[in-house]
């Protein structure tokens, strides 16, 4: 089922598309919930960190005075709230991420995206809190990524498996030391592709391990806000 709380939806007019600061930032702020977000990175399911680096962001951006979003997708949109602000917003998107939970489905980014971007009817900023494995799996996530970038500020937040970079670093002892070794390497070199392919796109990127997610997406929300960039 789907829960859906709001009602503006439709396209951007070319009035719309420039920068607002008088009344806020309007913010949006989307979990990936597909299968990959249910996997454990330091026994915690990847879903769950996400959660607790959106609502952080959430609670920091209120508190400046934007308004702001929720929003949970797996092979389609299953939550959405409309942007808030005031004493009680924060609360309400608290409540309303406690629904949030991972599937057992593969994301689909072109019909959760589409549909949180049929959702913006002003520029705002969407933060996309997911991850992937390599460049292959990752296509269809760029692509989609760069099409929401056409009318929006995206900031991609991934969640590094720390796993990888251990097993890179190892000494390997073993034949299948040295094996999985050489996949980690690969896999940490196909990350840093895409990581600069969405870069270049002009999507503004965080890429860290689960330990350092929150503070890092908070620190680069506040270095947008700074700069004046929305």
Do not use: W
């Not at 705002?124 to 760069?146: C, G, H, K, R």
């Not at 990127?205 to 350092?212: F, I, K, L, Q, R």
């Amino acid at each position: 089922m789907m829960l859906i709380d709001g009602r503006a939806k439709g396209s951007i007019s070319a009035r719309d598309r420039g920068l607002h600061f008088g009344d806020g930032v309007f913010e949006t702020i989307a979990v990936d919930a597909g299968r990959l977000m249910g996997e454990p990175i330091e026994g915690i399911p990847k879903v769950d960190h996400a959660i607790h680096a959106g609502l952080l962001l959430a609670f920091v951006s209120l508190q400046v005075g934007d308004k702001v979003g929720l929003a949970a997708f797996d092979d389609r949109l299953r939550h959405y709230c409309a942007p808030l602000s005031g004493s009680e917003a924060f609360g309400k998107l608290s409540r309303m991420a406690t629904e949030f939970d991972y599937s057992h489905q593969e994301t689909n980014f072109t019909l959760g995206l589409m549909e949180i971007a049929r959702y913006q009817v002003r520029r705002s900023l969407v933060v996309v809190l997911t991850d992937f494995v390599d460049t292959i799996t990752a296509e269809l996530m760029v692509e989609n990524l760069a099409r929401l970038a056409q009318n929006h500020l995206v900031v991609f937040v991934a969640l590094q498996d720390t796993r990888l970079g251990r097993e890179a670093r190892r000494r390997p002892e073993r034949l299948l030391d040295l094996h999985r070794a050489v996949v980690a390497h690969r896999l940490l070199r196909e990350r840093e592709m895409v990581i600069r392919k969405l870069q270049r796109m002009g999507i503004v990127c965080v890429d860290s391990p689960p330990s350092e997610i929150s503070t890092r997406l908070v620190a680069r929300y506040l270095e947008i806000k700074r700069r004046e960039a929305f």
